[in-house]
């Protein structure tokens, strides 16, 4: 999976995981500690959410059905063991969290995240294509700059907004002055970019197009919509 991804189901998870009724789902059971003495008799697989996060931490998912299929795993072996006991309260419980993030992932427009590299790839090569021949703004206005500076401390782009980003991009590159900022935004944004002398027009690696980058142009172009 691409960093942008990474970044996305990190943050997804910090969120996620600070809901009250998650702090059952943090650590793997303890049988003696949480009085569940046959639960990996039961339970094969287990599965947690501290567990979850730190195989995304260390890039042990290779794709995000991987990640998804393990966390949807966390609160059907809780349906699984406590149905076995009787237990409907817990069960109960695991149905709305696993219905709870369910209903969030598909908030991304994407039911299982199995499609996210391929249509985040797909937006940023076609924004990409929309700005690599552009010319580049010398200068950079006070608004562009405070773009800039609030880009830096925001979190990465919502899959689903880029698209959404792209068109209002397609709008804005139109209009001279508003095409201008937004290759300021870039020259300011991405150090790896090169200028060359003579055309003055920038050379776009998209797969370098960082997250400050897409910040900032996100509220740029939010702007005017």
């Not at 943090?26 to 730190?54: G, H, R, W």
């Not at 021949?133 to 925001?154: L, P, T």
Request: hydrophobic share 35%.
């Amino acid at each position: 999976m691409t960093v942008n991804v990474w970044e996305l189901i990190t943050n997804f998870m910090t969120i996620f995981n600070e809901g009250p009724l998650n702090k059952a789902f943090l650590n793997p059971v303890d049988p003696e500690k949480d009085q569940l003495s046959d639960y990996y008799n039961i339970i094969t697989q287990p599965m947690d959410l501290t567990t979850v996060k730190n195989k995304v931490l260390n890039r042990e998912y290779k794709t995000p059905d991987q990640w998804y299929n393990d966390m949807c795993l966390i609160y059907q072996n809780a349906i699984t063991y406590h149905s076995s006991k009787n237990n409907q309260h817990w069960c109960d419980i695991a149905a709305f969290l696993l219905k709870d993030f369910k209903d969030l992932a598909s908030q991304y427009n994407y039911a299982t995240l199995s499609d996210w590299n391929s249509i985040y790839t797909a937006e940023m090569k076609k924004l990409g294509q929309l700005l690599e021949k552009s010319s580049v703004a010398q200068g950079i206005d006070d608004f562009v700059s405070g773009c800039v500076k609030r880009a830096e401390k925001m979190q990465p782009i919502p899959p689903q907004d880029v698209p959404i980003m792209v068109k209002s991009l397609e709008t804005c590159l139109e209009d001279p002055e508003k095409k201008r900022c937004i290759l300021a935004i870039l020259k300011k944004t991405q150090k790896n970019l090169t200028a060359e002398k003579e055309t003055d027009t920038l050379t776009i690696n998209i797969a370098e197009l960082n997250n400050n980058s897409l910040n900032a142009l996100n509220l740029y172009v939010r702007s005017f919509t």
